[in-house]
């Protein structure tokens, strides 16, 4: 098993996998930027060391340094987190060659699945079911000529794209030339590649997404599913356990995760992303990581993600049997963000002046902040993830509800009230939505009082 483990990364995640080690008995190593030295993740690790500047580029993403931290503390292995280096197979592959356990899969498996366009070439080949649209990246020559098959409206991806980024919306042909530069320019800038491949864009669809964890002994378990349509510019806001969905297509849907995870010989936790319509549902990606969202599957199952992952790692084989899964009851998760919804969304970093944070059976707060505490403006701006577990759906919305109103943050605006006006929504509780439900519904979700 592992003995000491450095968290590459900040925030509730960093907070989150500490906590997790210590129950495990795992030695903890933090590492931080100049923003974070009096954050809860670097208190909290038995030793921690400070990588470089505020700028990610020169602290959680400065791969040299946190190799050498690694080096100089004597841990033996990098948990990664999500976001930063979490899907970097540069990364990994610096960490293999150092001998340094990298927490997820390999550097080659990473690298051929973190490419979206080749993951889809890959899904193809294993018989999962694609959206349709050009195999591999196109020039704007192929790009049009797939065009030409799949027709309009079509979506341009950037093959390195995350968080919504280098997409756009091509709803008539004279438009493509102008979205294929574009989407181009915008990956070049925030992934430093600009190959992009080109899908129809399944209208109003739901996203859903199974978790699976997969060891080295080839087992590989689904832990069921997410419904993530709850979005605002393709970004995930709220996310439940498990969808609303029939169950023979979530029973499909499983088994072709489970075929997608071994057609790669994928080992670690990993999530399968679908788009689906009435009728049918389509892989669109798949992250190797640990996902933000993991504590709804962990409330409906009672498997603590992390941890198996510290196992997997660790080169333990899985314990339980896809038949000890049983989901149970309804978990719902809301992101809070230091934001200002009604200023456009825009962050609002700053001191905050009081918490309270309420408790009770089935409610979790997997966060960061601490009352005195100081949200910097350098990094994403979710501060928490409020959780609840019910009996049933309603149960569990209900139990947000309370919590959303008990909750207090107080010193800089957050985007509590606007997910407050999610949860009261008639057509949320009914279950009525899908991955256009805030844009549909902005004006009226921006109305509350303050
Ligand atoms: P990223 O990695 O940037 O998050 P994804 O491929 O996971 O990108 O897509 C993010 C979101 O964009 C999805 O959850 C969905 O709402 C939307 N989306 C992606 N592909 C399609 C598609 N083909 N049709 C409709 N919506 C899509």
Known sequence: MLQKVLIANRGEIAVRIIRACKQMGIETVAVYST?????????????????????????????????????????????????????????????????????????????????????????????????PGSVGEVTLEEGKEVMKKIGVPLLIKASAGGGGRGMRIVRQENEFEKAYYAAKQESK??????????????????????QIIADRYGNVLHLGERDCSVQRRNQKVIEEAPSQLPKKMRDAMYKSAIKAARHVNYVNAGTIEYVVDKKNFYFIEMNTRIQVEHPVTEMVTGIDIVREQLRIAGGRELKMKQEDIKIQGHAIEVRINAEDPRHNFR???????????????????????????????????????MIVHGYSRLDAIRKMRSALEELVVEGIPTNQSFLMMILMHPDFVKGDFNTGFIEKHLEGLLSYET
């Open 347 to 385: 962050p609002s970093p700053g001191l905050i002046e009081m918490l309270h944070v309420p408790q009770g059976l089935g409610i979790r707060f997997d966060s960061m902040i601490y009352t005195d505490y100081e949200v910097s403006p350098f990094y994403d701006s979710m501060i928490g993830k």
């Open 189 to 210: 800038a925030a992934f430093s590649h600009d190959g992009v491949y080109v899908e129809k864009l399944i209208e109003s669809p739901k996203h859903i997404e199974v």
């Open 35 to 131: 923003a974070d030295q009096d954050s809860l993740h670097v208190q909290i690790a038995d030793e921690a060391v400070c990588i470089g500047k505020s700028s990610p580029a020169d602290s959680y993403l400065h791969m040299e340094n946190i190799i050498s931290a690694a080096i100089n503390t004597g841990a033996e292995a990098i948990h990664p987190g999500f976001g930063f280096l979490s899907e970097n197979s540069k990364f990994a592959k610096l960490c293999e060659d150092c001998r340094i356990v990298f927490i997820g899969p390999n550097s080659k498996k990473k690298k051929k699945m973190g490419d979206k366009a080749m993951a889809k070439k890959l899904m193809r080949e294993a018989e999962v079911p694609v959206v």
